[in-house]
T-cell receptor
């Protein structure tokens, strides 16, 4: 069964600190992995998309890594800001069908305190 | 910033009412989607469209219906709302090309509460 598991479910950190969010998946055959940021009451916004051949991709203070062998990804946030408080969703796509299905994780709820 | 818009953002209605959630995008995307999201849960695909006059049901069974008469417009309708329909509804569209690799743009969502 294709699944995406994220950990931790929630995380509280102090402003200025770094943090790492985890995503494990069983989706096969793998096409790409995306990280989205979703502010409360808003729609998700894309942070990164990584294909099989990419190990690392950065977007400002956000750095995503991908290990396609172990089927794990992480999202590292550097020097956190209050505006980083949001849910971070890992999404994995397969390439086994013309639909190219997307499998969503439940998200990690990050809270940054001043 | 994505040019995809949803209205209303918030809606509180009584049981049995008919409602339509509007979704419009100005990016010329052929592919559009409706997702349902409950607090702390993953997004579930309920409807999608590959273009005008194309609509398909998604993975999650839904009593809602959709239409795609114009490329930019993808409304979702509930003929008779029930409390079980209370949820956040997210509309999205994707760039041309491979379904699995195209960037996915989301609207701000419509929060529906049925009393």
């Amino acid at each position: 069964k294709n699944q995406v598991e994220q950990s931790p479910q929630s995380l509280i950190i102090l402003e200025g600190k770094n943090c790492t969010l985890q995503c494990n998946y069983t989706v096969s055959p793998f096409s790409n992995l995306r990280w989205y940021k979703q502010d409360t009451g808003r729609g998700p916004v894309s942070l990164t998309i990584m294909t099989f051949s990419e190990n690392t991709k950065s977007n400002g203070r956000y750095t995503a890594t991908l290990d396609a062998d172990t089927k794990q990804s992480s999202l590292h946030i550097t020097a956190s800001q209050l505006s980083d408080s949001a849910s971070y969703i890992c999404v994995v796509s397969d390439r086994g069908s013309t639909l190219g299905r997307l499998y969503f994780g439940r998200g990690t709820q990050l809270t940054v305190w001043p | 910033e994505a040019d995809i818009y949803q209205t209303p953002r918030y809606l509180v209605i009584g049981t049995g009412k008919k409602i339509t959630l509007e979704c419009s995008q100005t990016m010329g995307h052929d592919k559009m989607y409706w997702y349902q999201q409950d607090p702390g849960m993953e997004l579930h695909l309920i409807h999608y469209s590959y273009g005008v006059n194309s609509t398909e049901k998604g993975d999650l069974s839904s009593e809602s219906t959709v239409s795609r008469i114009r490329t930019e417009h993808f409304p979702l309708t509930l003929e008779s709302a029930r409390p079980s329909h209370t949820s956040q509804y997210l509309c999205a569209s994707s760039e041309p090309g491979q379904e699995s690799t195209g960037e996915l743009f989301f609207g701000e969502g419509s929060r529906l509460t049925v009393l």
